[in-house]
């Protein structure tokens, strides 16, 4: 068998319909709708007072929604040559990522043996899905459908355990998921990407880069994700004042973020220009650093504080240290999930502990945020290095170093470009004949 192996007609359409064959017969044996009749530890509850609330999370859940399928999606266009696969594959992952999250953290909290579904379960499973796409920007260009959809299955799988293990066990608070969202996500992608480390790409490649209306398309992503971070932090807060605060504190810190990103951005680049990448994603980081503190009474100034360091920090790791990561840590971070997920992600954490410590979060305990930091870490280290060991075993079809970031190897692509190409090419030579 060749190193790559890159057909997938039989590979890819086998998985993915076994994935999802395995998917209906869990749901049929488990799955069941939540009629609001009994809570999740079997006890009466009053029916009619639950079938009004039954949609009261329905707008909160559209704005997750919109964020994990248009938000990253178009976030990730940013590459001159792959912006089918980063809205494409996106949206692969996504759609399976949300059932499988359904099935893995629903086991967790069964009723009668069954998983109730109500809209605050398919919040969680949004979430569940979020951890999978901030790990595949880590390793954008590098990977086939196949070994994304490994990845999905083993990342949504830890990842429950580990959030099982914060909220449940360590009853650690993190509403916005800075830890075991953010962080994990990064982290397992990081780890990923180290098992998958490619010397050919040591020195670049020439489609790793953006032109300029694929940079406009990732804007769009970064305005729908800021617009509705707020609500991505918020949604499963306790209703009534607590959500507000959630609300109020992530809509202050995502706009101090964006201040403190465009100000270093100018004042670390060439002639005091700003980046495009640096807008993109260090804008963002204030949302993911002020999750886990933001239902506390941390203050709209606490909020923007921890937002203007989130954006400090992301932008200074776009500049400095990706290229450090690479070229001694042998991580090739295609996105910057490092800078816009990991570092704000672990300074959320830190927030949360000192927060608590002071008191901001009623029956907090500051050694429990520290123990839910440290097993966020823990479980996306450990398990992105098993989930990359096994990505790497040679016929899931991953691309050559020569056709990576390129969308022609799995997709049928368009000839316009070429023939734009030719067309020019042709005109020029037709007009240089008309001179002569």
Known sequence: MPAFATNMRL??????????????????????????KTDEHGHPTNATHAEKDAMTLYPMFQDVHVMIFIGFGFLMTFLKRYGFSSVGVNLLLAAFGLQWGLLMQGLWHLTDGKIKVNIFKIINADFSTATVLISFGAVLGKT???????????????????????ANILKANDVGAS????????YFGLAVARVLYRPGLRNGHDNDGSVYHSDLFAMIGTVFLWMFWPSFNSAIADPGF?????????????????????AISSLVEHKGKLDMVHIQNATLAGGVAVGTCADMNIGPFGAMLIGLVAGIISTLGFKFLTPILASHLGIQDTCGVHNLHGMPGILG?????????????????????????????????VGGVIT??????????????????????YWEVPEEEEENEESLAHAEHSKHKADV
């Not at 954490?349 to 870490?377: H, N, P, Y």
């Open 388 to 409: 990359g060991f096994i990505m790497k075993l040679p016929f899931w079809g991953q691309p050559p170093d020569q056709n990576c970031f390129d969308d022609s190897l």
């Open 242 to 262: 607590t959500q507000l605060t959630a609300v109020i504190n992530t809509y202050l810190s995502l706009s101090a973020c964006v201040l403190s990103a465009y």
């Open 144 to 166: 086939s459908p196949v070994q994304l959809l490994i990845m999905t299955v083993m990342e949504i799988t830890i990842f429950s355990i580990n959030e099982h293990l914060v």
């Open 11 to 36: 590979k890819f359409p086998i998985l993915a319909l076994t994935l999802e064959i395995i998917t209906i017969i869990l749901f049929a044996v488990f799955v069941v709708y939540d009629d609001g």
């Open 179 to 186: 830890m075991i969202i953010h962080a994990f996500g990064a």
């Open 349 to 381: 954490g830190l927030a949360g502990i000192v927060a608590v410590a002071l008191g901001k979060k009623k029956d907090g305990d500051a050694a429990m945020q520290a123990a839910a930091l440290g097993s966020s870490l823990g479980f996306a280290l």
